[in-house]
């Protein structure tokens, strides 16, 4: 049926028991043998680094990413499964698919409880991630869970211990596998994807603010003093905040730092509805509101935009074409 390469790179699918706590410890071989492997299919398995996710950088990512492209410049690899901290998933996931130009699939998947847990969700997310990774095309990277296949873009983890850890909440999921194979059910929209990053230089900082009651504009400035080169704030509502945190961000748009707008909200898109410091506001600041991606990904676009370039004009270019959405006139960027 196919020849897929697995890298593993920690989690809880790859966790033991360190005497106080889990912690991502086996390397892949381990990890695979656990999974019935589908039949025809035949793995090579790749130990990029055995972590939990939550500990990752952007330099563990672009290895990751670079990984990726040297494995597909194998034409006898169908597709690539890689095995992955749940924590952190959607951010590796989405930085991935926005440089992914390739029509075979890199399958993310996981587990929520540890390797040798006779309970485990590992073994059957593994095999269930083989056998999409062998059997589909043109679908970017996905993310394979609980029987469930999704777009990396706008998936996000949305239970802390449940199997079901995974869902799209403003979307709907790309396929189901089951017994009779991977049923595809859509394919996602994706812009044309990003050149792969240089490999020279330092990595841009990108830093994360919540807004809430009571909040005033120390973090984000902190975040510009600290030499943030890009700011994604998670506001609340439809992507509201203060006046104070619009003047805050108009001052840091100014320095050249790429400002992005979502939501503390689940489900639904950031929209210019509200002024008095809401997304009419911000927008008009110089952020630009990221539709439906959440935190974690917003962030990812944002640090996609900043290695595309170091122009800012650019760069807020580079982030409305991930997005997806119009660019606007050349006064305004
Ligand atoms: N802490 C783990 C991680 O590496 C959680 C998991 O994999 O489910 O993200």
Not at 221 to 248: M, W
Request: charged fraction near 20%; aromatic fraction near 2%; hydrophobic fraction near 45%.
């Amino acid at each position: 049926m196919g020849q897929v390469v697995v890298i593993s790179t920690g989690g809880t699918i790859a966790s033991r028991w360190q005497g106080a706590g889990f912690a991502a410890e086996a390397g892949g071989a381990d990890v695979l043998a656990t999974a019935a492997v589908p039949e025809g299919v035949t793995v090579r398995v790749v130990d990029l680094m055995s972590v939990n996710s939550a500990r990752l950088t952007t330099a563990h990512q672009l290895t990751l990413l670079r990984t990726v492209r040297e494995v597909l410049a194998d034409p006898g690899v169908d597709g690539i499964v890689v095995t992955h901290g749940t924590d952190t998933l959607e951010e590796s996931a989405f930085l991935l698919d926005l440089h992914h130009d390739d029509p075979r699939p890199v399958v993310f998947t996981g587990a929520q409880r540890p390797l040798e847990d006779p309970d485990g969700d590992g073994p059957r997310n593994l095999h269930d991630a083989l056998l999409t990774a062998a059997s589909v095309r043109d679908l970017g990277v996905l993310i394979v869970f609980d029987g469930q296949v999704h777009a990396a873009r706008g998936t996000v983890k949305v239970q802390t211990l449940a199997a079901n850890a995974f869902a799209d909440p403003s979307g709907s999921r790309v396929a189901d596998v089951g017994a009779d194979g991977v049923l595809v059910h859509r394919r996602p929209e994706r812009p044309a994807p990003l050149p792969l990053p240089s490999a020279d230089g330092p990595l841009p900082r990108i830093d994360v603010v919540m807004h809430h009651c009571d909040a005033d504009t120390l973090f984000l400035d902190t975040a510009v003093r600290a030499g943030a080169q890009g700011i994604v704030l998670v506001a609340t509502g439809a992507g509201n905040a203060t006046p104070e945190i619009s003047a805050a961000v108009e001052a840091a748009a100014a320095r050249g730092v790429l400002v992005a707008v979502t939501t503390r909200v689940s489900t639904g898109p950031v929209a210019e509805i509200y002024t008095h410091g809401g997304a009419v506001d911000l927008a008009a600041a110089g952020a630009v509101l990221t539709g439906t991606l959440r935190g974690g990904q917003a962030r990812i676009a944002v640090l996609a935009a900043a290695l595309a370039s170091t122009d800012p004009a650019e760069r807020v270019r580079t982030l409305r074409h991930v997005l997806g959405t119009p660019p606007v006139a050349a006064a305004q960027v």
